[in-house]
């Protein structure tokens, strides 16, 4: 089945240090890729997404590119802020559009 | 607007008691999903709804769950003879549609701690 595997935390940064998080999938079909973001204390909330194969997702400073050839998805940013301490989740959504599969997480301390 | 809202918010029971979860989806969502998040631990999905029927019940761990969704809005998570497995955080999300490209909305979740 389809299924999302992230690379483990805990990912520890200073400030202004660049930022990866591996992730990579396996699934049938085309599915939509995401990442979601957990901040401590609150509710998940979708970072960026791509819907298909090259595209990339953006948003706060952060990207992710849609590798079909590699079945990846890695989150990028490139220059930290101890605000972006959290939990991030990669995730898809095949075509038949219900069920969101998600990794196991990863978080993410940065140090001032 | 509102987003997703959950109540309760926190809930602590004791083992072999029955709980109820609620969910209230942003306004003219037609799709509601039920995930789990145990301690440390990624997303697992229990359920889906479209409108008020649900054509996917596969996640549900046991027959002690059930959920219901009424007039496609407010739904309920009922979980049975609770057991301490079941202590988790229990987050619901909607989206406008069921598409694969369709943005979840998620609620904070309520927090359940069995006893």
């Known amino acids: 089945g389809d299924s999302v595997t992230q690379m483990e935390g805990p990912v520890t940064l200073s400030e202004e240090a660049f930022l990866t998080i591996n992730c990579t999938y396996t699934?049938?079909?085309?599915?939509?890729l995401f990442w979601y973001v957990q901040y401590p204390g609150e509710g998940l909330q979708l970072l960026l997404k791509?819907?298909?194969?090259?595209d990339k997702g953006s948003n706060k400073g952060f990207e992710a590119t849609y590798r079909k050839e590699t079945t990846s998805f890695h989150l990028e940013k490139g220059s930290v802020q101890v605000s972006d301490s959290a939990v991030y989740f990669c995730?898809?959504?095949?075509?038949?559009?219900?069920?969101?599969?998600f990794g196991a997480g990863t978080r993410l301390f940065v140090k001032a | 607007g509102a987003g997703v809202s959950q109540s309760p918010s926190n809930k602590v029971t004791e083992k072999g008691k029955d709980v109820e979860l609620r969910c209230d989806p942003i306004?003219?969502?037609?799709?509601l999903y039920w995930y789990r998040q145990r301690l440390g631990q990624g997303l697992e999905f229990l359920i889906y709804?479209?409108?008020?029927?649900?054509?996917?019940k596969s996640g549900l761990p046991s027959d002690r769950f059930s959920a219901e969704r009424t007039g496609e809005s407010v739904s309920t998570l009922t979980i049975q003879r609770t057991q301490q497995e079941d202590s988790a955080v229990y987050l619901c999300?909607?989206?406008?549609?069921?598409?694969?490209?369709?943005?979840?909305?998620f609620g904070p979740g309520t927090r359940l701690l069995v006893l």
């Open positions: 995730a898809l959504r095949n075509t038949g559009g219900f069920k969101t599969i």
């Open positions: 306004s003219g969502h037609t799709a």
């Open positions: 699934a049938t079909g085309y599915p939509s």
């Open positions: 709804f479209q409108g008020n029927s649900a054509p996917d």
């Open positions: 791509a819907t298909k194969a090259d």
């Open positions: 999300a909607s989206s406008l549609a069921r598409g694969a490209g369709e943005t979840q909305y």
